[in-house]
Every structure is written in C-alpha cells, then in structure tokens.
C-alpha cells in the first residue's frame, strides 16, 4: 500500500523556520521524483520545490528560491522541506508528492498545514 505521510507542519511567526517531513511506503521511492506543492484558501496548488530521483537536481517556484531547500534520504525513504524566513504568504497546506514521468503514476500525501502569523 503507497503511503506518503507528512509532518512538521503549524504556526510559526514571520522570519521563523519549518522543516516538513514526507516518510514514503509502499513502492521504490529512489526511482521517483519527489515534489512539495502548497495550497493557499481560495488558490490553485501550486509546485513548490522539485527533487529528481536519478541525481538529486533540484528546482523551486521563484517565489521561495533562496528560503526553501528540498532533499531526499533514499536509504530512509524521506523527502525534506527546509523553510526559512517565513512569510505570511507561504501560509497553505503543504502536499508531499511522489511522480514518475515515464509511467504516469503520481502519488500524493494528505497534507499538513503551515501558518505563518505573527
């Protein structure tokens, strides 16, 4: 059973940091690309941070380039979110997700919330 499970989320002041955790089951997590979407109230989900299965590349929206960092433990079978300085925009629910190009599948995680207020 494919299970991607999030966690790290909640309320952290303007300027604070967050470091979300996605733990992966159920299928080979090294041969997928792992992503972070976020949903804000009232917006589509949007792509947050990328990172490939093969070599790791990673790449971010603009709007979190320089604050965001993605990584992945393959022998743990764990994706990261490193979010520093915060702002009251990145508020949303943040979605871990698993996509492997080639075969069309695509997994997503329930998603955990992240408020930033002061």
Same mark, same amino acid.
């Given at each position: 059973q494919v299970q991607l499970v999030e966690s790290g989320g909640g %309320? &952290? $002041?303007?300027g +604070?940091? %967050?470091r979300l955790s996605c733990a992966a089951s159920g299928f080979t997590f090294s041969w997928y690309a792992m992503n972070w979407y976020r949903q804000a109230p009232g917006k589509e989900r #949007? %792509?947050? /941070? !990328?990172i490939t299965a093969a070599d790791s590349k990673t790449n971010y929206a603009d709007s979190v380039k320089g604050r965001f960092t993605i990584s992945r433990d393959n022998a743990k079978k764990m994706v990261y979110l490193q979010m520093n300085s915060l702002k009251p925009e990145d508020t949303a629910v943040y979605y871990c997700n698993a =996509? =492997? #190009? &080639?075969? +069309? !599948?695509?997994?997503? +995680? $329930?998603g955990t919330? &992240? /408020?930033v207020s002061s």
């Open positions: %309320l &952290v $002041q303007p +604070g940091s %967050l #949007e %792509l947050v /941070a !990328t =996509r =492997r #190009e &080639v075969y +069309g !599948t695509n997994y997503w +995680g $329930q919330q &992240v /408020a």
